[in-house]
């Protein structure tokens, strides 16, 4: 019962091991994710500004808006830890921060393609501050800090899995051990037991027929007594008719 209750416990412990293992998984597949779209963002929106093409504009806004999916996932899994939560808030903040700038950008772009004289070359001057400089590389700079915590605690974690593995392996076999244990002590105390009934058992036959023994030789004690009996009677009888006879003879000599 005690091995039992052991190996419930490991089991359950590993259990959970086993979920925080696929939760860090989880959480390492949607910082890869991020780290996707984040580069489909600046791709789209640089693109853009290069040709002007519409198309280009309409996959940015498809990014953002799957950036904004990977966000609300990436706070779902990691909101409560508190340090990579603040990382996530850090950014969040400098996506913000790209899109204004992005839109800024697009405006200008716009107004070029609008034929406004200035737009155009107010765009060349900040074409070499557009995206794909400093505020990326501190996102993939965060995103490879996050990803570098859940490696290091996936790491933990599935050590502490293979452990919790093996400390259930051996309080199986040492479960199973102290079953076969008192298995076997009950298979003894069982013959122990069948022992002492056949030997009661015995003893009882035994016993009974002793009791028998002494009842038949009771039996033929009581029988020859009662041939001596008669035997004794039928001589006192003859003894009696001699007697008799010997005093009619007197009688008859008188």
Avoid: C
């Amino acid at each position: 019962l005690g091995g039992s209750a052991l190996s419930l416990r490991t089991t359950s412990r590993l259990t959970d091991s086993i979920a925080s293992v696929s939760h860090t998984q989880l959480v390492l597949e949607q910082i890869n994710r991020f780290w996707g779209v984040l580069g489909d963002r600046d791709s789209q929106v640089l693109r853009y500004l290069l040709t002007g093409n519409d198309r280009n504009l309409e996959a940015f806004q498809q990014t953002l808006l799957e950036m904004e999916r990977a966000s609300d996932q990436l706070e779902l899994l990691v909101g409560d830890d508190p340090s990579q939560k603040a990382l996530l808030d850090q950014l969040d903040a400098l996506h913000d921060e790209r899109i204004r700038r992005a839109n800024e950008l697009i405006e200008l772009k716009q107004q070029a393609l609008a034929g406004e004289p200035d737009a155009q070359a107010a765009l060349d001057r900040e074409f070499d501050q557009s995206p794909g400089t400093g505020n990326a590389e501190a996102m993939r700079e965060l995103l490879e800090r996050m990803a570098g915590t859940q490696k290091a605690l996936l790491a933990e974690r599935s050590l502490q899995r293979t452990q919790m593995i093996q400390q259930n392996r051996s309080t199986v076999l040492v479960a199973n051990g102290l079953a076969l244990a008192a298995g076997i002590a009950v298979l003894l105390v069982l013959r122990r037991l069948r022992r002492r009934a056949k030997e009661a058992d015995h003893a009882q036959r035994v016993d009974r027929e002793k009791s028998v023994m002494l009842a038949t030789q009771q039996q033929i004690a009581r029988e020859r007594q009662m041939g001596l009996d008669l035997i004794a009677h039928d001589l006192r009888q003859h003894f009696g008719n001699i007697l008799f006879g010997l005093d009619l003879l007197k009688s008859a000599d008188s």
